[in-house]
């Protein structure tokens, strides 16, 4: 039975990476002398881009983070790694196929914690010792590294849990902007002052990174990169003033916001969308499934 259900799940992995080739392909037919949204000259990547230029902006907010937040929590609660698979799949298809984004773009995105991830499962899965013990063990001078087939699969299946829990989180932020998501907690009554604070950061954060860029394309076009030592006096340089920059920019933003009329509270127009029934009987059918896989491979 396992064997069958990892041949569907391979199956339909690769049937969603080819129907976001194909798109990908169809939708840059005719387009290409233009940029690739979500990217500017030397300002990184800015995922509220994405969001509004996804397919399913239009569906309904609070239904994408309540499916978001379930499918999360069901892959730390379920915790077995069919059901990431499953999720996984599920989420790329809905944010590549569905929202439209393209296939090297998702990866990015998806590929931002890779190193925090790592760092923690190589925890779980490799342990020290002085004497070689383990079924798999490397020497190193006065100490032993070692692992056991036990280790490495239970560091496989969290890094798919992760992974799956990600990709959820990742195709609510890819097709929902930060606006609409914070109109979500203000309807779910969460506290007045965690989300006027997480606005604010959050908007400020593509400001600093804005500033940041300019800086550092100054600094490169005067050869401030031309070695080892001038890149760490630029770095420097570039630290310092980012600290009296953001300051300043925090002073001018908020004299900016009193002026009109700032009182604690930031309002947002709101655009009214519909739940779509047929959307709602999906969601409930899929989390039946994963419900049937987590029962079946237990």
């Keep these: 039975m396992r064997e069958i259900i990892l041949f569907v799940l391979g199956v339909l992995a690769v049937v969603v990476l080819l129907m976001a080739v194909v798109g990908q392909h169809h939708s840059q037919d005719g387009k290409h002398h233009h940029h690739k949204i979500g990217h500017k000259h030397g300002e990184g990547f800015v995922i509220d881009m994405h969001a509004y230029a996804s397919k399913i902006r239009g569906w309904n907010p609070t239904f994408k983070v309540s499916l978001a937040t379930v499918l999360l929590i069901l892959c730390i609660a379920l915790n077995n790694p069919y059901v990431s698979v499953a999720v996984l799949?599920?989420?790329?298809?809905?944010?590549?196929?569905?929202?439209?984004?393209?296939?090297?773009?998702?990866?990015?995105?998806?590929?931002?914690?890779?190193?925090?991830?790592?760092?923690?499962?190589?925890?779980?899965?490799?342990?020290?010792?002085?004497?070689?013990?383990?079924?798999?063990?490397?020497?190193?001078?006065?100490?032993?590294?070692?692992?056991?087939?036990e280790k490495l699969k239970e560091m496989i299946f969290l890094i798919l849990k992760v992974f799956a829990a990600v990709s959820a989180l990742q195709m609510m932020t890819l097709s929902t902007p930060s606006s609409e998501i914070i109109s979500v907690m203000r309807k779910a009554h969460v506290p007045k002052l965690i989300?006027?604070?997480?606005?604010?950061?959050?908007?400020?954060?593509?400001?600093?990174?804005?500033?940041?860029?300019?800086?550092?394309?100054?600094?490169?076009?005067?050869?401030?990169?031309?070695?080892?030592?001038?890149?760490?006096?630029?770095?420097?340089?570039?630290?310092?003033?980012?600290?009296?920059?953001?300051?300043?920019?925090?002073?001018?933003?908020?004299?900016?916001?009193?002026?009109?009329?700032?009182?604690?509270?930031?309002?947002?127009?709101?655009?009214?969308?519909?739940?779509?029934?047929?959307?709602?009987?999906?969601?409930?059918?899929?989390?039946?499934?994963?419900?049937?896989?987590?029962?079946?491979?237990?």
């Design 195 to 298: 989300i006027e604070l997480m606005n604010i950061i959050y908007r400020y954060i593509f400001i600093l990174l804005d500033v940041y860029s300019k800086m550092k394309n100054s600094a490169d076009s005067r050869q401030g990169y031309c070695d080892f030592k001038t890149s760490c006096y630029t770095f420097g340089g570039i630290a310092g003033n980012m600290l009296i920059i953001s300051l300043k920019k925090a002073n001018a933003y908020y004299d900016a916001m009193e002026a009109r009329c700032y009182d604690g509270e930031i309002i947002f127009l709101e655009e009214e969308k519909k739940f779509e029934i047929n959307q709602i009987i999906m969601a409930v059918i899929f989390v039946a499934v994963l419900f049937l896989l987590w029962g079946f491979t237990k």
């Design 89 to 149: 799949i599920a989420m790329a298809y809905l944010t590549m196929v569905k929202g439209g984004l393209s296939v090297n773009e998702y990866l990015s995105v998806l590929m931002i914690p890779i190193a925090f991830i790592l760092l923690g499962t190589l925890a779980i899965a490799i342990e020290f010792s002085f004497d070689p013990i383990g079924q798999y063990h490397l020497h190193c001078g006065f100490f032993y590294i070692y692992t056991s087939q």
